[in-house]
């Protein structure tokens, strides 16, 4: 944990007092005293230092609010076939801490439709796995995730009013010659929407509905990787091509 996070309700007459897991990690893991100086930031807003003003028990109180460091909104969106729960719950934390702006949990004909039932799409549920990506990466901004439980309705209505946002919007799909730099070459501006399939990749009669749309097909190589693979590889290539 790189950062203690918490909601701008929680602060009362510019103090904040800690009973979860960010009590317990400063008064475990960090073995923090009153005085104590701790990176905090309010969950989408800034982020700044606070002091430990007094610890009780697994209680901890903060005060000293210092909050002037805005985040930068990310520069990239992902549209990602539901994967099965075990795997989106990484995929939930991996989004944060990479920095993703929206995530769009979509459907396809390769997804199993039992997993749009899972206990893990209950809207507190996703926000934990965030704050868990937030709290490593020492950033504040939550990905805002929208679930899609139709994809003819997302790519053909949806698509066409999100595209006007975005530099290139672009799909994962193999053997089509082209890398990220093929379409994107450096040095990068603009906000980039990546569309990434479920296990199996997807058919194609999706493909060409989302080409239809503006959505360019890409591969990433002659390796078939996992979806939680996928997503670091391709955010951390983007940055790279921002970078250069």
Excluded at 24 to 51: F, M, V
Excluded at 141 to 152: A, D
Aim: aromatic share 4%; glycine share 8%; charged share 20%.
């Amino acid at each position: 944990m790189n950062i203690i996070l918490f909601d701008k309700d929680e602060i009362e007459n510019g103090a904040v007092l800690l009973t979860d897991h960010s009590a317990e990690h400063i008064i475990k893991i960090l073995k923090s005293q009153p005085g104590a100086t701790l990176k905090t930031g309010i969950i989408n807003g800034p982020s700044g230092t606070s002091t430990i003003t007094r610890m009780s028990g697994r209680t901890v109180e903060l005060s000293t609010l210092d909050h002037c460091r805005q985040p930068a909104p990310p520069p990239v969106d992902i549209v990602l076939a539901l994967p099965r729960p075990i795997m989106l719950k990484r995929v939930l934390a991996q989004v944060a801490t990479f920095g993703v702006g929206r995530l769009f949990l979509i459907n396809s004909s390769r997804v199993e439709k039992s997993f749009f039932s899972a206990s893990l799409l209950q809207p507190e549920k996703i926000k934990q796995r965030l704050l868990a990506g937030l709290e490593q990466a020492g950033d504040t901004l939550l990905p805002r995730v929208s679930i899609e439980t139709r994809f003819r309705p997302f790519v053909e209505d949806s698509l066409p009013h999100l595209a006007k946002e975005y530099r290139a919007m672009l799909v994962a799909h193999p053997d089509t010659g082209a890398g990220l730099a093929d379409i994107l070459p450096p040095p990068l501006n603009g906000r980039v929407l990546l569309v990434i399939g479920p296990e199996g990749g997807w058919i194609d009669f999706e493909v060409e509905l989302l080409r239809r749309q503006g959505v360019l097909p890409f591969d990433l190589g002659p390796r078939i990787l996992r979806v939680d693979s996928v997503i670091p590889s391709l955010l951390g290539q983007l940055d790279l091509l921002r970078r250069l």
